[in-house]
């Protein structure tokens, strides 16, 4: 079956346990970004959950200024609407858990996260082969005195037709780690369950409980050795989890750094 298809099978189905995510949602079978369509309609007033996806992009982005390669039928392209301004701080860790839980969910790939985001396949010792099969992308409209919205993509590897080839080792696919097909429907319909359930519990009783899943999700962040790029060259250090406003802690020479924004390598 089509994208489409398994798409409109899966989300025709237990939709109470989505919430508001995907009440509503269009296909386009290509456009240039969904986080571009999903931010025009936000500032016309769609509603929280709103979902776009598409089954191929042009334009696609991803996080620092990069591109996300988005070939036709080969990886979800999705972007759906954030209203609650209490989830505003966590929005991108709790995007990032709701796609691995997904991922765990609908197809059983035990993945990880990689600070802060990345959702990635990894085998070999000490965490030292890892392919990313997804990524998230938040972006907020802000007015001077609250945030207006947060629009929330994610990209997912289906198919090795996905893959950049300039990220050639470093990036996977979901049939790619598993050898077999993978329903898209179903991924999708499990990372909007799980966000729904991580969203609600942030609104409900604040962030701990997410802040535990992500751990729980990316054993690297303890004990990996890791490089970052400081204001004055390469820093090096140790990772030593997150803190309670999910920024990644790294025990360096002069003590712990917190690193808030950007990307960590591991070494
Ligand atoms: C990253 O750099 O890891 C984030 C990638 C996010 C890609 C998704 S695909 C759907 C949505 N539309 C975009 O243009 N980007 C996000």
Redesign the pocket.
Known sequence: MSLRGDITRALSVEAGRRGVFGSSWEYFDEIG???DVALRAAEQGAPEGALFVAGA?TA????MG?S?H?PPEAGL???TIVRRGVLAPWITLAGGVAVAEGIREATGLPVQLKWPN?VVAVTGHAFRSRRKLA???AEASSSAEAIQYIVL???INLRAAALPPELEGRAGSLEGELGRQVDGGAVLAAALEALNRVTSDIEAFGPSQLLTEWMRLSPSAHGSDVEWDGPEGVRTGVSAGIDTQGALRVSTSSGIERIVSGEVRWK
Do not use: A, E
Request: glycine share 24%; proline share 0%.
């Open positions: 970004s969904t986080n992009q696609g982005r991803g996080r990069r996300w988005s392209y999705v972007s990345d990524g998230v992308l993509g994610f990209g």
